[in-house]
């Protein structure tokens, strides 16, 4: 694996598609859902489809302040499913020591080192960093069950916000509704 989720996209495609008995879910929210902790904020207001705007800022100048909207699903091979990881060095023995990180090497993720980028062959597009942190988003967002649909504005997301706003969005019944695409 590398890192990113283009060997998994890449399975799936290879054993194919199968039409299924049931129509396909979507989580159509139906009120503003807000999260934040310090200053990092993720909030979903209604919408038809899908629309994301995500933005990282990272103190080191080769992440730096990046944005990215993305709103067409079929578009998430080409440009989010090659996006790695990435983890500073200087946070690798205390991850390591909580268990984390254990297998973290620069063919599964992109080590940064200060200002420097450690892997040999560089990104894969310039802003893969904000790339990646969108298909956590997404990924975390589809453990609800199925795809969302709404508007999402994301400020330094992470896998701990965005299992907050799946709490906050399922504690009210309100919040949302299950829906078939002819229901969008």
């Known amino acids: 694996m590398d890192g990113s989720s283009k060997p998994f996209v890449f399975m799936i495609e290879y054993a194919g598609q ?70 500073f060095v200087q946070e690798v023995e205390f991850l390591k020591s909580k268990g984390l990180a254990q297998g973290a090497s620069l063919d599964n993720a992109i080590g940064i080192d200060h200002d420097t980028i450690l892997n040999h062959n560089g990104l894969r597009h310039k802003d893969e960093f904000v790339r990646h942190k969108l298909l956590d988003l997404v990924g975390d967002l589809y453990s609800a069950g ?28 309100y919040n949302y509704e299950w829906v078939s695409r002819s229901e969008l």
């Open 146 to 173: 199925g795809n969302i649909v709404s508007s999402l504005t994301g400020y330094k997301t992470s896998h701990a916000l965005n299992n907050q706003f799946l709490r906050e969005l399922f504690s009210n019944p």
């Open 18 to 87: 199968k039409m299924q008995n049931a129509p396909k879910k979507y989580l159509k929210i139906l009120k503003e859902i807000k999260v934040s902790h310090k200053d990092c904020e993720l909030v979903a207001t209604p919408d038809d489809k899908l629309n994301i705007d995500l933005t990282i800022d990272f103190a080191t100048k080769v992440i730096g302040k990046q944005n990215l909207t993305f709103s067409n699903i079929a578009d998430f091979r080409e440009d989010i499913a090659d996006a790695r990881t990435f983890g």
